[in-house]
C-alpha cells in the first residue's frame, strides 16, 4: 500500500521553503527515519517527518529511492526540539535537522550503517558499566546544602531548570559529578555541554576519573567525521552513558535523557553564529522541559537573563558563595594607566609596578597569568612619514602583523601578505607597529623578567596562534601544570574552566575597550572575563591568601571595576539590569537583528529599507520597532558589505508572530532585485542576538 510521507530536506534558503516536502513510499516507515530521496536533479537525504502529509494534494508524488532501515529512527522529542528550533530562530526544519547531524550519515548506505553499528555494539558489549565509583571528595557544607535543595526541587517538579551560582573555585564540578552519578544510577544517560573545545578534555577526564567504566563520548566539531559518526551513534542507540561536547552536543539523540547541565551558562559561545543562530543554553532549558529531565546551568557570573529568569522564579536559584577548603579570591588591584609617563604605546605597556609583581612571584616558584585579548604581534604597522597603515583591501579593518612569521593578516577575511621591506605609499624603510599583541606582550616580557639563576623567565603564550597544531594546546597546559612555565600569556581561551593550582598573580593588561562599546551587552561580556580571568589565581588553599589579580586601566573609578574588586557580581547585576530595564533592553525587550549581505553598501541598505517598507504595513507592526538600517561595525569582509536593522519588541509572542509573517515577503523580494547594482547576496535574521 503507498503510503503519503513528510520528509524534512535541505532547501536552499532562497526558495522559501521550510517545511517538510511531501513524497510517497510502498514501505511503512516510522517518523524520524533517515531517507533518501529526489529534489529537483539530486539525491538529498531527509528525515521522515511526523504528520499527516497532504491527502488532498493532486500532484503525483515522487518516491522516496531508498531508507536507511539499519538506523533506529530518531525519537519524537528529538524532532519536536528541531520544530522548534526551526520555528523559532526562522530557519527550515529540514535544514536545521540535516546540519545537526553528523555529515557521514549522508554518504553511507544501510549496509554500511549497519556496519558501523554493529563494530561499535561488540566494542560496548566489552565495557561492563561499574555502578561502584570511586573515593569522592568530602563535600562542603554549602555542596551538601545544594544537592539537598536539588533532591528536594526533582521532587517538587520533575523537570526543574536550575541556576547554580557559585564562585569560581567553589565546586560547581562536584555537584555536577554527584548529579550525574544520581541519574546514571537510575539507568539515565547524562548531557553535559561546555562552552568551548578546550575544555573539553580536561572535564572529560574528571568525568572519566569519577565513573570509570562508564561509557562516556564527546561531542564536538573538533572531532573526525568517523569520531563524530561513532560518538552520534553510541549515544543514539544508548550505549553512552554520558555525553560531554560543544553547543551542537544539544541535539544529541539520546532515548535515555536523565539530566542536562550547561557549564559556564553565561558563555557567548553557546550562541551559534551561523545559519540556524540557536542558543544552545535556552535550547538545553527547552528540551529539559519538554523531556522532563533537570537542567543544571552553571556560572560564577550567570547571564542577566538568567539571572532575571531565577529572580523571577521560572528558575530556581542555588548558590556556593565560597571557595572550597575556605580559600579566599584573590585581591583585586587596580593600576592607573594616568600615573604613567605619557610614552609611546603606552595604552598596552606592562606597568613596573605589575613587572615587579611578576619577578616577586617568579622569585618565589609561584605562575602568573597575563591576559591581552588580541593576539599577533601588533594590531596595525603605521608608516610615521605618510601615516600608511596595513589596512586590508577586502575588509574594513587592519592586518595584524604577526612577527614570527613575518606577516600581515587579516583575522576576518585571512588575507595575508608578507610584510613589506618598506611603506608601499611612499618607500619609507621605517615602518613600525602600533599597539601590542599577545605576541609583541610575551616578547616584552621575556625581555623584563628574569629567573632566579639569571636566566630569562620561561614565558609560555596560549592564543589561537600558538595553538594551532594537534596537541599543541594540551602540551602547553600539560606544561603549566607541570610548572615548567613561570609566566602565561594568552588571550580569553586561558582565563575560564582552568585549574591551574599554581598561579597567584592574574593581570589584565587593556580590558578598557568594552567600557564604552555601542554594544549594551559588552561591560556583561567584561566584567564575566576578568571575574573567570580572577578565579585562575589561589586555586590552591597554600597559596589563596596571596593571590592578586591586577587591572592595568586608564578608569580606575568605574563603576564596573568598583563592582569587580568586591568579586560582587550582585551588585553588578543589579546595577546592569536597571540601566537595562530604563533603556528597553533585553531581558525587558525582544530584539531580531536582520542582516543583509551584498556587493554595495547602497543594494544592502536598499534590501533592508524594502524590508521595512513591508514590516510596516503587516498586522501586528505596531506590536514591534525597526530601526533604520546600519552597517555592522566591520562593515566590510572578504570584499562583502554588511548592513543591518534592529528590530525591537516587548513581547516575545509579538516578535515572534511578526517574523513569521514579514519574512516569507524577503524571499520575493530579494528575487526582484536581480540587477548588479542591487543584488543581494543574502539575508538572514538573528533571533535573541547577543551583538549589536
Known sequence: MIQRLRVAVETPQHTGLGAPLDYESEYGLAPGTLVHVPLGRREVTG???????????????????????????????WCELVEFTAAYYQRGVGEVALSVLPPELRKLDDAQIANRIDKLQKKWASVEAVANTPARPDLSAEQSAVLGQLADLQREAAAPTVLLHGVTGSGKTEVYLRAAEDALAAGRQVLVLVPEINLTPQLE????????????????????????????????????????????????????????????????????????????????????????????????????????????????????????????LPKVRLVDMNQLPKTKGSMTAVSPALVSALQQRIERGEQSLVFLNRRGYAPVLHCGDCAWKSECAHCSAWRVFHKLDRTLRCHHCGFTERVPRACPDCGNLDIAPL???????????????????GKAARIARIDADSTRLKGSLEAQLGAVHAGDVDVLVGTQMVTKGHDFRRITLVAAVNPDSSLFSNDFRAPERLFALLMQAAGRAGRDAEHAARSEMWVQTWHPTHPLYAALRKHDFEAFAESQSKEREMAGLP??????????????????????????????????????????PVPLGIARVADVERMQMLVESPSRGALQRFLVQWLPHLHEV???????????????????PLAI
Do not use: C
Not at 606582550?441 to 632566579?452: F, M, T, V, Y
Open 670 to 688: 530579494r528575487h526582484q532585485r536581480k540587477d548588479a547594482d542591487q543584488r543581494i547576496l543574502r539575508w538572514a535574521v538573528d533571533v535573541d
Open 587 to 628: 531581558p525587558y525587550s525582544h530584539l531580531a537583528m536582520m542582516r543583509a549581505d551584498a556587493r554595495t553598501p547602497e543594494a544592502a541598505r536598499g534590501f533592508l529599507q524594502a524590508a521595512a517598507e513591508i514590516a510596516s504595513g503587516l498586522p501586528g507592526a505596531d506590536a514591534v520597532t525597526v530601526y533604520p
Open 47 to 77: 528525515v521522515v517527518w511526523p504528520g499527516a502529509a497532504g491527502t488532498d494534494n493532486p500532484v503525483v508524488l515522487k518516491p522516496v529511492a531508498r531508507a536507511l532501515s539499519a538506523l533506529p529512527p530518531l525519537g519524537g522529542a
Open 435 to 453: 599597539g601590542r599583541g599577545t605576541e609583541r606582550l610575551e616578547e616584552q616580557l621575556a625581555a623584563l623578567l628574569q629567573s632566579p639563576d
Open 205 to 328: 577526564a574528571r568525568f572519566s576519573e569519577r565513573f570509570a567504566g562508564r561509557r562516556i563520548v564527546s561531542q564536538h566539531s573538533g572531532l573526525t567525521p568517523a569520531q563524530r559518526l561513532r560518538n552520534w551513534l553510541a549515544s543514539h542507540l544508548g550505549l553512552a552513558d554520558l555525553i560531554l561536547g560543544t553547543r551542537l552536543a544539544v541535539f544529541a539523540s539520546m532515548p535515555r535523557l536523565g539530566l542536562i547541565v550547561v557549564d559556564e551558562e553565561h558563555d557567548p559561545s553557546y550562541k551559534q553564529q551561523e545559519g540556524a543562530r540557536y542558543s544552545a543554553r535556552d535550547l538545553a532549558v527547552y528540551r529539559g522541559k519538554r523531556e522532563g529531565v533537570p537542567v543544571l546551568l552553571g556560572s560564577a557570573t550567570p547571564s542577566l537573563e538568567s539571572w532575571h529568569r531565577a529572580r523571577e522564579g521560572r528558575y530556581a536559584r542555588l548558590a556556593l558563595p565560597a571557595r572550597i577548603g575556605g580559600g579566599t
